[in-house]
């Protein structure tokens, strides 16, 4: 007596029938497809990706010489405390990186105050901080509006307009105690930092827009997706039309 039960046996890697070998087949070329569009894209990203720096950057670098001697001047001492800015107003900086950048930020704002307001600003700061450490809500009238006044007194002295964000952000960075020297450590580490924050890897996949996006984000964000329903609409029909060319029928 013939075992009948070799009949319901299903093995993708060694397929028993026509139709499963067809089947097998399709499956690899559409999985080989998807991982192609995936993969192809990522190791295209690597392959052209470049570093490129902002502009913060390239003005820390033109500086950083003279700040590192002592010998800037006011529009360096600007430049230099901008960009320190800018690296702040950045959401994924870590707690030992945002230390020297608040360093370097609250000396760069000292060093540009007049020699007559420099215990007036740093009396400001130190008010602030006691302000800020005593609120518990961040809608305290009188929070906002010593940030405001510090504000509006600060960033005028790095060349920022109001409207600029990073003045928004300026009086929750500066601290008292780091106003008047710049550490070694400071020295030593910040060069790292700004290019770590500042200097990113850009390519024409990046830069070039599609349809209102960035074509990187286009491509992983929707093309993929259309083309996943896609690659299930093919299987669907070729698995139609294979059943019907082997007369099966569901």
């Known amino acids: 007596m013939s075992d009948s039960s070799n009949g319901y046996h299903i093995s993708f890697f060694k397929p028993t029938t026509t139709q499963a070998t067809a089947n097998r087949n399709m499956v690899v070329w559409l999985v080989l497809i998807w991982a192609l569009a995936i993969f192809g894209f990522q190791i295209l990203l690597r392959v ?13 670098q033109e500086v950083w010489g003279n700040i590192e001697n002592g010998s800037a001047g006011v529009e360096e001492l600007q430049v230099f405390g901008r960009a320190s800015l800018s690296v702040l107003s950045k959401i994924s900086i870590t707690a030992n990186d945002k230390a020297p950048l608040n360093n370097a930020l609250s000396w760069s704002v000292f060093n540009l105050a007049s020699d007559s307001l420099k215990e007036s600003v740093v009396a400001k700061v130190k008010d602030f901080e006691k302000i800020k450490s005593e609120i518990t809500n961040i809608s305290d009238e009188g929070y906002i509006a ?56 850009q390519s024409v996949l990046t830069d070039t827009k599609f349809l209102g996006f960035p074509f990187h984000y286009f491509y992983t964000a929707i093309f993929l997706l259309v083309l996943f329903v896609g690659l299930c609409w093919m299987y669907c029909v070729r698995t139609d039309k294979l059943n019907a060319k082997l007369n099966i029928v569901d």
């Open 48 to 60: 052209l990706e470049k570093p490129t720096p902002e502009p913060a950057y390239i003005g820390f």
């Open 146 to 201: 010593s940030k405001i006044s510090l504000s509006s007194e600060i960033a005028p002295l790095l060349g920022l307009e109001t409207s600029d964000i990073r003045s928004k952000i300026l009086p929750l960075e500066l601290e008292s105690e780091n106003m008047q020297q710049l550490a070694e450590d400071t020295k030593g580490s910040l060069p790292t930092i700004m290019e770590k924050y500042l200097v990113h890897n």
